[in-house]
């Protein structure tokens, strides 16, 4: 055997480089001279250790550079100096000294990569991956140029004389290598020493989050510290903090993560006091959670499998994380996957490691060693994750109906139904489809949370619903937006015309797509589609829900039974809107007792003429329905033992009921009174509205709603007649509400514009306004209703004592005279033809776009903002047929106006979306 190569000297032939590779352990084939690029094709897949073969090539072209297969090698390549020194203070922790094994130094003189190489079984596999900032495993299929070629007079040079030595089992591991079945399992690990509790005690959290990622070869990242909401605090404020100790305290956290202990240690000079993440990329984390049965699983997996020996660490709650590396690159995680409580933690997803703390139980290692492989059956059970394209998490479209159209087809055709136990994987998959078609992600949460009502049975827990929902945001292979028409990377084509459908039947089904999931659209008739299932046009319609908002004491109840009796005798005289037939209701009242809404139905009866007989089907069968929670009450969402919202048991039975009863419209009144979740918490609120719909859907009927309003502004009256956000409580029940109304008493500016009845005041009237509708046009005019009086019952020396009911009235206005005419409405109007809506204007401003007669009747400008004033009538905003007129005045600056859009007007349009996420389109 030739003694080793000087180093450095540079007369040797590249044959003898060549050789001397050899010599070291690796295989060589030949690259064109001054160049990195392959001799030929045969040689690169052929690459040897044969020294006849090699001194054949050379034989061939001495000028050839030399070629280092990575085959069978544990190639790690630095690209600077600080990479390359992390890399040997790692190997001196674990081993004891420097490698003793063959390094390259790659193009003197410049700062170019180095090359650190160790052998491998034979059968080995490698992945490309980065293990630390700067330091990449090159993959088993690359090749690297060797010692002695040259491009551009610059040499690559072995920096020892030491052969290629064996990978040590700990590096092997946190490199990802796959070993073969035969050497898995027996790898010798260099054991981690395990530190006393003092020892731990004594750290910093900076020391402890460089400590995890060290011994767990995982990058780590801030995570919010636990926060104590007091001794006070109820158990749903705790399980609220013990959340929020589990997210991320930076965003982009998955990129952000490293085991740099520089990068570690600027991450915690900001957030000293956080817990410690650890993302589970490249790693498989078995979690074992006892609360769900997880101890139960795992013995049941330990007689069947084995878990090889691996680092382990013991959590807050009792459960236990088994750490191993992803033997073949990256897999999916997911809940249940190895069997009920025992979850996967893998790409995409992150773990609490030792030194995180939540109320005052910490995360500690109970098994203090490096990870290891983990076992190929576990590997079976997780899918390979797929590698992520250039446009991954990227939108290529912008959403819009038909994004939201597709996901909603898509959802009721396709989606799966989900158990207890999996439905954060369901919930994940059905995201990511919204996310493919499109939707934003205020959309995607709403059609969740529709799909958890009608395919979990409401089982999901809603508090991590969004969470779950932004992950699958994030965690993409894929665009956003990449199975939507309009994404990029369709390119018209030619049609064969033989391949053109023949004439298709009036309205015939239409055929199944060849492949995929979309369904062309094929000929159909427009007079052949089926009209909208109303019960009561514009206001009721089965499998939709309506809400009716309005202040107490307005008489919403009231109102309801009306539209019970209306509907039931067929009478549309009776609550002011068309009744295309007779149909049966049943009206449940959670707050007034059987005795009180018989008064009321009672009086609506006599003052509307209507017989026994009119509430009676052919047969004589009774048509109205009618229960009070008083004597027996109803709960349709329940707060479970771990204070999530979950479906009440009656659910089923009132949807069994309403069918076996042919009921076509079911009025719950009032909302509030019907279940147990915080009116204010949108997560709650959107699953309880959820569970009336589910009862509108399955149940074939119209469901309705009432709820109270909000203090109005300014103390106003009306402030919110025909305003759906007047409604009280979370917004996100509007979201599933198709029809909405409120119910306002008269203010007295609108008594003077509106020619009242003798003796009668604006307390004597109530309106309605239609203020949302997604399946029709919205009235542009409220309904009015006179409240009146009527006797019924034995009290009051037999005459009945007053029970009041609304009767619908026609109210003409008033026409506009110069002395007369509502100056805020003229100003409103001014400011939306000739200026703009949603900014603030000085009076000044607004009158000098008014006509001179306009002018005049504001007076003289020492006086105008008097007149305004008093026009008002008081108040700081008025509603006018224009949107909300606001004024402003401080002392000794000029009176501004802004004009705001009323919900029932057209809104501007944005750009690049549909609007707000509360905006729906109205359908027609």
């Known amino acids: 055997m030739t003694a080793p190569l000087p180093a450095t000297d540079t007369s040797i032939s590249k044959l003898d480089y060549a050789l001397d590779a050899r010599r070291r352990g690796m295989r060589i084939f030949p690259m064109l001279p001054d160049s990195s690029v392959t001799a030929s094709a045969e040689a690169y897949c052929n690459p040897t250790d044969d020294e006849a073969k090699i001194r054949e090539w050379w034989a061939a072209d001495p000028t050839h550079n030399i070629g280092i297969a990575t085959v069978e090698l544990l190639v790690l390549r630095t690209s600077t100096a600080k990479a390359s020194a992390e890399l040997g203070q790692l190997i001196s922790v674990m081993l004891g000294d420097t490698p003793k094994t063959t390094r390259i130094i790659h193009f003197v003189g410049r700062k170019s990569p180095g090359f650190l190489i160790f052998s491998l079984p034979s059968g080995a596999r490698v992945a490309e991956r980065e293990i630390l900032p700067g330091v990449r495993v090159l993959s088993d299929d690359d090749a690297i140029l060797g010692p002695g070629s040259e491009i551009n007079e610059l040499e690559s040079i072995f920096a020892n004389e030491r052969s290629v030595a064996p990978a040590p089992s700990w590096l092997i591991e946190m490199c990802g290598v796959t070993l073969p079945e035969s050497n898995l399992m027996n790898t010798n690990v260099v054991s981690m020493p395990r530190q006393t509790a003092a020892e731990i005690a004594s750290k910093t959290q900076v020391e402890r989050a460089k400590d995890a990622a060290a011994r767990l070869h995982m990058s780590v990242f801030p995570v919010h510290a636990y926060e104590d909401p007091g001794p006070d605090a109820t158990p749903e404020q705790r399980l609220v903090a013990a959340k929020k100790a589990k997210t991320p305290l930076i965003k982009d956290w998955q990129n952000q993560a490293s085991q740099d202990p520089a990068k570690i240690e600027e991450m915690w000079r900001q957030y000293p006091n956080a817990n410690i993440g650890g993302v589970t990329r490249d790693h498989i984390v078995v979690d074992l959670d006892p609360r769900n049965g997880g101890e139960e699983t795992m013995a049941a997996l330990l007689a069947v499998e084995h878990f090889p020996d691996t680092a382990a660490t013991r959590t807050q709650s009792g459960g236990r994380h088994l750490i191993y590396v992803a033997p073949n690159g990256p897999v999916k995680g997911g809940t249940g996957k190895l069997g009920p409580g025992v979850d996967i933690k893998a790409r995409g997803g992150y773990v609490l490691l030792p030194g995180s703390t939540i109320e005052g139980r910490p995360y500690e290692f109970e098994i203090s060693r490096p990870p290891a492989f983990a076992p190929q059956w576990i590997v079976d059970r997780c899918a390979a994750a797929k590698d992520r394209t250039d446009t991954a998490g990227k939108r290529v479209v912008e959403e819009d109906d038909t994004a939201r159209e597709m996901f909603v087809a898509w959802i009721r055709e396709h989606a799966p139904c989900a158990e207890l136990g999996e439905i954060d994987d369901r919930t994940f998959l059905v995201s990511a489809r919204g ?161 009180e809404m018989q008064r009321r139905v009672a009086a609506i009866m006599k003052e509307f003429n209507v017989s026994w007989d009119d509430l009676k089907d052919e047969d004589g069968s009774p048509m109205l329905y009618l229960d009070s929670g008083v004597d027996k009450p109803l709960m349709l969402a329940n707060r479970s033992a771990e204070h999530s919202i979950v479906p009440g048991k009656q659910v089923a039975d009132v949807i069994a009921t309403a069918k076996a009863n042919r009921i076509a419209v079911l009025i719950l009144d009032p909302l509030v009174e019907f279940h147990e979740a915080s009116e204010n918490d949108n997560v709650q609120m959107r699953a309880v509205v959820g569970q ?233």
């Open 692 to 924: 009336v719909r589910r009862i509108a859907v399955e149940a074939d009927c119209a469901t309705m709603l009432s709820t109270h309003t909000r203090k109005p502004p300014v103390a106003s009256s009306d402030g919110f007649a025909g305003e759906m956000d007047a409604a009280r409580g979370a917004s996100a029940q509007l979201g599933v509400v198709r029809i909405g109304a409120t119910i306002f008493s008269m203010s007295p500016k609108q008594a003077k514009d509106h020619r009242l009845a003798e003796g009668t005041t604006h307390l004597d009237y109530v309106r309605i306004d239609i203020a949302k509708n997604n399946l029709a046009p919205v009235l542009p005019d409220p309904i009015w209703f006179r409240r009146v009086g009527v006797r019924v019952g034995g009290g009051f020396e037999q005459n009945g004592e007053s029970v009041g009911v609304l009767r619908p009235v026609t109210l003409d206005k008033k026409v506009a005279t110069s002395s007369s005419m509502h100056l805020p409405s003229l100003l409103a109007e001014i400011i939306a033809t000739k200026l703009s809506w949603e900014k603030h204007f000085k009076v000044s401003e607004v009158l000098a776009c008014a006509t001179p007669a306009q002018q005049a009747l504001f007076g003289d400008k020492k006086n105008r903002a008097r007149c305004i004033a008093d026009a008002f009538d008081g108040a700081d905003a008025c509603p006018t047929e224009a949107g909300i007129l606001t004024k402003t005045s401080a002392r000794g600056k000029e009176m501004t106006l802004h004009l705001r859009r009323t919900s029932s007007l057209p809104q501007p349009p944005k750009k690049g979306g549909r609007g707000s996420e509360n905006d729906d389109d109205t359908e027609t």
């Open 435 to 595: 996310y493919d078609f499109g939707c934003s992600e205020s959309t995607v949460l709403e059609l969740v949370h529709e799909w958890n009502d009608t395919h979990c049975n409401g089982l999901g827990d809603l508090e991590r619903l969004p969470v779950v929902v932004e992950s699958a945001g994030r965690n993409r292979d894929k665009a956003i937006g990449s199975s939507h028409p309009l994404a990029p990377g369709f390119e018209a084509v030619e049609i064969d015309q033989t391949m053109r459908p023949g004439p298709v039947a009036r309205n015939a089904a239409p055929a199944p797509p060849a492949t995929g999931l979309a369904t062309p659209l094929l000929q159909f008739d427009p007079v052949g589609l089926e009209l909208r299932p109303w019960v009561i046009p514009g206001f009721a319609c089965r499998g939709r829900v309506t809400l009716l908002a309005g202040p107490g004491g307005v008489a919403k109840s009231t109102y309801y039974l009306m539209v019970a009796v209306a509907t039931v005798s067929g009478r549309s005289d009776i609550c002011g809107f068309p009744i295309l037939k007779r149909e049966r209701v049943w009206v449940w009242n959670q707050e007034d007792d059987i005795a």
